[in-house]
């Protein structure tokens, strides 16, 4: 049972932009999480926010949360080739992950 | 350095040949998850525990085995491998998550079954 899903699953811009994905879930929440993923490679935790959190930012990244929406928002600022992966969020107390956003960042 | 080690990274293997993906974390970890991620299916929760000798299912456990004998090791075992079980395998840890919630992950193992 997918927990949260990612919006759009594939997202193409060029360096230099921002990205935004989006992330819907189903039920309560604690807190939800994203992810990044190199190709093949193993998720690294990106951020976490709480549910009793609205915003949260670390670096050049940006969450949002509204629970009365059951959904969150990943906004990457001045994006760069190298955050060319696919991102996740993941929730739910057995955390489970959405089937991940592919970001493509063109130089 | 803290870290998750699976072993091994890539494997081919034969229908019915039983085989143990390991996986040990060195952050003292209380819980413990195996996932496979699949092309169009993204990550799904194979078996997960929450502390020594406590495991429990996730969405996808047919055809897997998991042991939680020490805290650092929890071993994934595919008892009778069959080519539906090819996929790449991640095994992570977390400090109890109601906590940080902060999952780390291993670097994945890739498994063909033939």
């Known amino acids: 049972s997918q927990q949260g899903e990612e919006d759009p699953q594939a997202l193409s811009i060029q360096e230099g932009e921002n990205a935004t994905m989006n992330c819907s879930y189903k039920?309560?929440?604690?807190?939800l999480q994203w992810y990044r993923q190199n190709s093949g490679r193993g998720l690294v935790h990106l951020i976490l926010?709480?549910?009793?959190?609205r915003e949260k930012h670390s670096g050049r990244l940006r969450v949002t949360l509204d629970t009365s929406k059951k959904s969150s928002s990943l906004l990457i600022t001045a994006s760069r080739a190298a955050d060319t992966a696919s991102y996740f969020c993941?929730?739910?107390?057995?955390?489970?992950f959405g089937k991940g956003m592919k970001l493509t960042v063109n130089p | 350095e803290a870290q998750v080690t699976q072993n091994p990274r890539y494997l081919i293997t034969v229908t019915g040949k039983k085989l143990t993906v390991t996986c040990s974390q060195n952050?003292?970890?209380?819980?413990m998850s195996w996932y496979r991620q699949d092309p169009g299916l993204g990550l799904r929760q194979i078996y997960y525990s929450m502390n020594v000798e406590v495991t429990d299912k996730g969405d996808v456990p047919e055809g897997y085995k998991v042991s939680r004998k020490e805290k650092r090791n929890f071993p994934l075992i595919l008892e009778s491998p069959s080519p539906n079980q090819t996929s790449l395998y991640f095994c992570a840890s977390s400090h109890y998550r109601d906590t940080t919630g902060e999952l780390f992950f291993g670097e994945g193992s890739r498994l063909t079954v033939l």
């Open positions: 952050m003292n970890h209380e819980y």
């Open positions: 039920t309560s929440i604690n807190n």
């Open positions: 993941a929730t739910g107390l057995k955390l489970v």
């Open positions: 926010i709480r549910s009793n959190e």
